[in-house]
Structures are given as C-alpha cells and as structure tokens.
C-alpha cells in the first residue's frame, strides 16, 4: 500500500489575500511528499505542481494535517482534480472531531515525540520573499516527517498526547 504523506507551504499569508476566504490566492511556495511506495521524500516547488497532484492522485492513502480544509484548497489554485474525495486521513480534522477545539502539530509533536518544529507557515513565508526555497523545503520535508511518525505512533498506540491548558499532559484517541 502507498502511503503519501504531504504538506505545502505558500507564497503569501492571510492577511496579504483578503482572508481565508481567499485560500486559493496563497500560491504554492514548496510542497513535501514522503511515500511508503519507495520510501523517500519528493520535494517540489510551483512549477513542478503537476507533478505532485499526480502523486497524490496515484496514491492509495494521502496523509496530512489540515489537509482537507488548507493543502488541498492551495492546490485547488493549480488543479481540477478533486483532491478532496482521495482517500484521506486529515490528522487535525479527526482530533477536532475527538475533541471540539484545533491543536497545533507542534504541540501534539513536543508532547508525543518530545520534538519540536524548527519553524511555522510565517516564517516560511518570509524565506520565500526572502528568496530561500531551500529552507522552506528543508522545513516542509521536517513537517511531513513529524506528520508520518505521529501518524504511526497514533496508529500503533490509538492516541497521541498533548498539554492541555493546565499544561496537564491529555491523550486524545485516534483512530486512523
């Protein structure tokens, strides 16, 4: 079975778009792709978008956080596939439905890996202004990694953990 796991990073930020209402005007900074098929990840960038749509639509399970409601709607911009009805685990889409409120990859990652992201979809975009597409995907490829090893950790312990509000250590069950 291949499994993709995936993230994007874009060209410009909410504010700079008019609102989330305007997703698809973020633009495609870099994308990273890890496949269970050859075990390696696949680095792209806008002009070679194409290219990752047909990954993801060649997979048999696409893997993500956020995916549904941010990935798949930057790449909506490039594409008239219908990414959304790929078979799809969306991590946060499922941990919202468990618990009723967003939580951010770096929290469930500190609190489940003991690991930290180096950086954030911000900063991110600032390296693309700036010019340094390496760093991004450098970054990305880093997300994408957390991604699988929380994705296989909740599939193999039906939970992932993170702090509450107390800083109290909770565990949140999955189901994936």
Same mark, same amino acid.
């Given at each position: 079975?291949?499994?993709?796991?995936?993230?994007?990073?874009?060209?410009?930020?909410?504010?700079?778009?008019?609102?989330?209402?305007?997703?698809?005007?973020?633009?495609?900074?870099?994308?990273?792709?890890?496949?269970?098929?050859?075990?390696?990840?696949?680095?792209?960038?806008?002009?070679?978008?194409?290219?990752?749509?047909?990954?993801?639509?060649?997979?048999?399970?696409?893997?993500?956080?956020?995916?549904?409601?941010?990935?798949?709607?930057?790449?909506?911009?490039?594409?008239?596939?219908?990414?959304?009805?790929?078979?799809?685990?969306?991590?946060? %889409?499922?941990?919202?439905?468990?618990?009723?409120?967003?939580?951010?990859?770096?929290?469930?990652?500190?609190?489940?890996?003991?690991?930290?992201?180096?950086?954030?979809?911000?900063?991110?975009?600032?390296?693309?202004? %700036?010019?340094?597409?390496? %760093?991004?995907?450098?970054?990305?490829?880093?997300?994408?990694?957390?991604?699988?090893?929380?994705?296989?950790?909740?599939?193999?312990?039906?939970?992932?953990?993170?702090?509450?509000?107390?800083?109290?250590?909770?565990?949140?069950?999955?189901?994936?």
């Amino acid at each position: 079975m291949n499994v993709v796991f995936f993230d994007v990073e874009t060209q410009r930020t909410f504010d700079e778009v008019g609102g989330r209402q305007n997703i698809r005007k973020l633009g495609l900074a870099a994308a990273v792709t890890y496949s269970t098929a050859d075990g390696v990840f696949h680095r792209y960038t806008e002009e070679k978008v194409a290219d990752l749509v047909a990954e993801l639509k060649a997979a048999d399970l696409v893997v993500g956080f956020n995916v549904l409601s941010f990935d798949y709607e930057v790449l909506r911009a490039y594409t008239d596939a219908q990414l959304s009805n790929l078979p799809t685990v969306d991590m946060l %889409e499922q941990i919202y439905k468990r618990l009723g409120f967003r939580i951010s990859l770096d929290k469930l990652a500190t609190s489940t890996l003991g690991i930290t992201k180096s950086a954030d979809g911000l900063q991110a975009v600032r390296w693309y202004k %700036e010019g340094r597409i390496q %760093e991004i995907l450098d970054y990305c490829q880093q997300d994408v990694e957390i991604t699988r090893r929380l994705y296989e950790y909740g599939k193999q312990h039906k939970h992932l953990k993170y702090q509450d509000r107390n800083y109290r250590l909770q565990m949140v069950q999955v189901s994936w």
